[in-house]
């Protein structure tokens, strides 16, 4: 095996799932791929996988599925939505059927792997502390991946995780987006990536009494996020 860990690959794309098992294998992982979500969701089973590849658009079923499929069985790996839509729909979407992050399709394989790489490491290392902390009256639990406020229980994915611990951290800082995007997304700064924006989005669901009027998690306009417990 692979020393760098195991990669599942789900991409009905030939030419793209080659060209990812390539790269990754060249940066030390061992991948499978293969190219329907009914395969997909056994061999996350079986392979027990690092961090999961996932095409959105496959031939058997949607990625959306697929991916809440996974999750449910392996709610802490890594899951990764490849897409071809731009829409930001699309990502919430993807977000909220248990996606860690997204990439837009056409991607730089670069960026992939470095994607990739930053998150095993994070995990390797211990990045979850299980020391609980509150924000207004919801719970955060790291250790279990959860966040409980009132009779309500979410659960949490890798990168809703981490970028609550950072503004945790910081709380009463502005934390800049592209600050976040290179400690826990592990890519350069960039004015078209959206995925800080739609993180926050998917956790004022899960944290605020009003998510549409945000009292913990507040836009600091042109900079970034403030955490107010």
């Known amino acids: 095996m692979a020393e760098n860990g195991t990669i599942l690959v789900i991409e009905d794309d030939e030419a ?3 060209g990812l098992t390539d790269a990754l294998e060249f940066e ?3 991948v499978v791929a293969v190219r329907t979500g009914a395969e997909g969701v056994l061999r996350a089973t079986r392979e027990a996988p690092d961090c999961v590849i ?3 658009m496959l031939p058997d079923r949607n990625g959306f599925d697929v991916c809440a499929d996974i999750r449910r069985t392996h709610p802490l790996v890594p899951i ?4 071809a839509r731009s829409a930001e729909s699309d990502k919430v979407r993807g977000l909220d059927a248990g996606a860690d992050d997204y990439v837009t399709k056409p991607f730089g394989v670069g960026e992939l792997v470095a994607r990739i790489r930053a998150i095993l490491r ?3 290392r211990g990045g979850v502390t299980a020391s609980s902390f509150r924000i207004g009256d919801a719970v955060v639990e790291p250790a279990s991946h959860t966040v409980r406020r009132g009779r309500q ?3 949490l994915t890798f990168y809703e995780i981490e970028l609550l611990k950072l503004l945790h951290e910081r709380a009463g800082q502005v934390v ?3 600050e976040m995007l290179e400690r826990i ?3 350069p700064a960039s004015p078209t990536n959206r995925s800080v924006d739609n993180f926050v989005v998917r956790l004022r669901r899960k944290i605020e009494p009003q998510p549409d009027r945000p009292r913990h998690i507040v836009t600091v306009h042109g900079v970034g996020y403030k955490l107010v417990p």
Not at 80 to 83: A, E, W
């Open 16 to 18: 793209l799932a080659m």
């Open 28 to 30: 030390g992982y061992r």
């Open 54 to 56: 996932l095409d959105l």
């Open 80 to 83: 990764l939505m490849l897409t």
């Open 122 to 124: 994070r995990a390797r």
């Open 153 to 155: 229980t979410h659960a």
């Open 176 to 178: 800049s987006r592209d």
């Open 185 to 187: 997304w592990g890519v």
